[in-house]
């Protein structure tokens, strides 16, 4: 530790200077002695009192018993079954059992054997005084969990500036990079400063090093191969990267023509030979991949779209890469989806895997538990909630609706039942499930503005938040937010396991009552479309008989009609016949 610490202020900052001069001593007060007091006190003459200029030690010796001991083991499985009998056959054993307890010597071996036993079993129940049974139990000792503030680093610029993404050194914990730009629309001035910062944890009044891009940063992040390489996402869409050796300007900066066209929101190293490769998305809908010894285009490209006939992307906002699967990776969008996405597909429609959707508002924080992969985190609009790959429908752990909406969230890299969240209220949640599932473990008031960024160190002791003000404060967890308990990895995979197998029985339960309300509407339906048919069927059968009886109606007044034409034709036919005297030819029936 450094005994001479300089602090580098202006001469204004101090106040008046002062002037010493040299002058003669001088008596303010003089307190003369109570005589009434001196009465109390006894006076001893001689007084001898010896005096060492050594510690005073003492010595003491006492002769025990020596007692040896030694450790061993047994292992004690079942056996020694005779070769006729089957030991899986329970009624043979049982026969076996009653046999040989009804013998002599079987009687007076047990005897024997049970002072033995019993010394053996107060051996077992000794204890030992000096050993520690739960070294590696952190609630078992008085501490309870608690974090406490090591510095804070404050944006120096007059106009402040929202600390938008915190990176750690990849080496040691002694320095960190926080990138700061304005994301309220329209309030960038034009006098306002683009500079980021790398601090020194032990420094806050200065920082070590100077980033300056050509527009705000957004998003950064150390090479974790390379501790001199920063990359960055600036404000205008144009990726570029830093070497630390080389000067504070970019090293170099992808055209605007190849960039995103809106913000870079993150960026992320994949793993590669190399370690230049690195992958970044912006709410213009793409996620780009870029090699940094080339950054004149991207390598690749992933237009961000749910179903190839629909043409509108989805923003991304944050990327989860895990090196343990270099295809996979995966994307939180400001629709509140969290997306599942496959580099190597196939075809260009297979890129998107999976979407989880179940977030009301945009997702701010998406990443895998270190230990179990297949489990991730996200955080958005008022929860944070656990997802499992296997399940589409729904998350199958989550939080509490907060009266304040979450910015960010991450697992602690050390515990897999761990994981923090900030809020807009000022405060960081720590959220323990082994110790607490319904509130969080630890909540502190960091600041009174809004936190917005957040990162933990690999070894999960520190912890540094972003303010909307650009302030950025350095944590430091109790022991027993950061010490891996004993059967934390078990209980935690065989919780999420069960929670796990419980969201797919609800997902089963829940297709079959879809599946039988939808049979039961296609009953419903059917029988509807049964009775409209019978109904239909009746109308044209009632139809079909008022047609025919009309016909046959019309037919019988006709024929009416034509009987009595014909007798009306027959009794003119005879009037003439009396009234004219005219013959009939019987052969043609004619008149003649």
Not at 47 to 70: A, D, L, P, Y
Not at 207 to 234: A, F, M, Q, R, W
Not at 338 to 360: E, F, W
Request: proline content about 5%; charged content about 30%.
């Amino acid at each position: 530790m450094e005994i001479v610490y300089v602090y580098t202020k202006k001469r204004s900052e101090f106040g008046r200077q002062c002037n010493f001069t040299d002058r003669q001593a001088e008596l303010h007060v003089d307190i003369f002695p109570d005589e009434k007091l001196a009465c109390n006190y006894v006076h001893r003459n001689p007084c001898h009192v010896g005096i060492q200029c050594i510690t005073e030690m003492s010595e003491h010796e006492v002769n025990t018993k020596r007692f040896e001991s030694e450790s061993r083991g047994m292992n004690h499985v079942e056996g020694g079954w005779p070769k006729d009998i089957n030991s899986s056959d329970i009624e043979q054993t049982m026969r076996f059992r009653k046999k040989v307890e009804k013998d002599e010597q079987y009687i007076n071996t047990l005897t024997s054997l049970g002072s033995i036993m019993e010394r053996c079993i107060q051996q077992n129940n000794s204890i030992n005084i000096y050993e520690e049974y739960f070294e590696n139990i952190a609630y078992a000792s008085s501490e309870e969990p608690s974090a406490k503030t090591i510095n804070v680093f404050r944006d120096p610029n007059n106009v402040k500036r929202t600390a938008t993404s915190i990176s750690w050194y990849p080496e040691d914990a002694h320095k960190l990079a926080v990138s700061y730009s304005v994301l309220e629309f329209q309030k960038l001035t034009a006098n306002m400063c683009f500079d980021s910062y790398v601090w020194d944890i032990e420094n806050p009044n200065k920082p070590e090093y100077t980033l300056k891009p050509i527009s705000p940063l957004v998003c950064l992040e150390y090479n974790p191969k390379d501790p001199h390489v920063i990359i960055g996402g600036c404000y205008n869409g144009q990726l570029g990267y830093w070497d630390t050796r080389k000067g504070s300007a970019p090293f170099e900066v992808t055209p605007i023509a190849c960039s995103h066209q809106d913000p870079i929101f993150d960026v992320k190293f994949v793993q590669s030979k190399t370690g230049t490769e690195c992958f970044s998305t912006s709410t213009d809908g793409y996620v780009y991949w870029w090699d940094i010894r080339k950054l004149v285009e991207p390598a690749e490209m992933l237009y961000l779209v749910k179903n190839s006939k629909e043409n509108k992307p989805m923003g991304g906002l944050v990327l989860d890469y895990e090196p343990t699967m270099p295809t996979k990776f995966m994307v939180g969008t400001e629709q509140g989806a969290a997306l599942l996405c496959n580099r190597k597909a196939k075809s260009p429609g297979d890129n998107i895997v999976a979407s989880y959707n179940q977030h009301t508002g945009p997702i701010y924080a998406l990443q895998r538990n270190p230990f179990f992969p297949k489990y991730f985190l996200t955080a958005g609009d008022w929860t944070a909630r656990i997802w499992s790959e296997e399940i589409r429908e729904s998350s199958i752990m989550w939080t509490k609706q907060h009266m304040s909406s979450l910015t960010d969230a991450c697992w602690s890299p050390v515990r897999p039942a761990v994981f923090f969240a900030t809020k807009m209220d000022g405060s960081l949640d720590i959220w323990d499930y082994l110790f607490k599932q319904t509130d969080p473990t630890l909540s502190i008031q960091v600041c009174e503005e809004a936190l917005y960024s957040l990162c933990i160190h690999d070894q999960g002791r520190f912890v540094t938040v972003g303010s909307h003000e650009g302030t950025t404060t350095l944590l430091e967890l109790s022991e027993s937010l950061y010490t891996l308990l004993r059967h934390e990895k078990n209980a935690m995979g065989a919780m999420f396991e069960r929670e796990t197998k419980r969201e797919k029985i609800l997902e089963t339960r829940h297709k079959e009552m879809r599946l039988k309300e939808r049979s039961r509407s296609q009953q419903e339906k059917e029988r509807e479309e049964s009775t409209e048919s019978k109904d239909t069927e009746d109308l044209l059968l009632r139809m079909e008989h008022d047609y025919f009886a009309s016909i046959n109606g019309d037919i019988k007044d006709r024929e009416t009609k034509n009987a009595h034409i014909y007798q009306m034709f027959d009794e003119a036919l005879e009037t003439i016949k009396e009234d004219r005297p005219y013959c009939v030819d019987d052969k043609d029936n004619s008149f003649k």
